[in-house]
């Protein structure tokens, strides 16, 4: 039965379900892309289910994807003109087999290994794997700070794996560099680098935090949804390996580990 419905999903990828992390969202937006996709449905609480042949994702502790991070991607989502609807799934969970699941949870039963997650839809669904040197992540405008910085860093308090970069080149990105994210990684930062004269930028919404990454060509920082947003715009980008996070390990042929 399960099979079968996996492949009726996989003839019919039309519509989207997923409830993943922020940043695994718009990871998840290529393969949509490639396959043609009309609508996506974010599910707030991650509620999908596997029994009797529709498919259930996660562990069942509670999510950190809620209604407010999906509120928070839903302009940016919005942004992408293959996407004729974006909406928050409100429907019987029970349906939720009707449509194609890209939910990373489905991806951790398995061992990811160094593997990204592009290469699980690919492997999942007979998709073919295609490279990430070309931008899929659409946004029509871009903010700059100010002309003379050039880079926009965000570093979170997970997913870390190397303070050395940031040791060395903290003058540099003191003078030419600025922050995105929640204040409390701000401030980390900037104590922990002493780096005073960085700014920060606060962002609204998904959208917001892309017009800003979009308008400034280099990228500093570890798996978040900023780096997300980076990857699919196809910024240069000086990533923060964590190899428990290597699920974001991706190869482009502007993304530098460090």
């Known amino acids: 039965m399960e099979e079968r419905e996996n492949k009726f999903i996989h003839k019919n990828p039309k519509s989207f379900v997923s409830a993943g992390d922020m940043g695994d969202v718009i990871y998840h937006l290529l393969y949509i892309k490639i396959l043609g996709g009309e609508k996506y449905h974010l ?33 940016l989502l919005r942004e992408q003109k293959y996407l004729k609807d974006v909406d928050l799934y409100s429907e019987d969970p029970k349906d939720a087999w009707k449509f194609y699941d890209v939910h990373v949870g489905e991806f951790h039963k398995d061992d990811l290994g160094m593997q990204n997650l592009t290469d699980f839809h690919a492997k999942k669904y007979e998709l073919p ?5 070309d931008p899929w992540l659409e946004v029509e405008n871009s903010r700059k700070f100010d002309n003379s910085r050039d880079t ?24 030419k560099a600025i922050f995105v994210g929640i204040s409390e990684e701000y401030m980390e930062f900037v104590r922990r680098f002493q780096c005073p ?5 606060k962002t609204d919404t998904a959208l917001e935090l892309a017009e800003i990454i979009n308008g400034h060509p280099n990228f500093v920082g ?9 990857t699919g715009l196809g910024v240069n980008m000086h990533y923060e390996f964590c190899h428990t996070a290597c699920h974001y390990a991706l190869e482009r042929s502007n993304l530098n580990y460090f």
């Open 43 to 75: 599910i707030p609480g991650g509620q999908n289910y596997i029994r009797d042949g529709y498919i259930q994702c996660g562990d069942g502790s509670p999510p950190k994807f809620n209604l407010d991070s999906a509120l928070f991607l839903l302009p």
């Open 129 to 133: 794997l295609q490279l990430l040197n």
């Open 152 to 175: 926009v860093i965000n570093r979170t308090l997970r997913y870390r794996g190397n303070d050395n970069f940031y040791f060395f080149n903290r003058e540099k990105l003191n003078q």
């Open 197 to 201: 004269d960085i700014p920060f930028v």
């Open 222 to 230: 570890n798996g978040s949804l900023a780096a997300s947003i980076a």
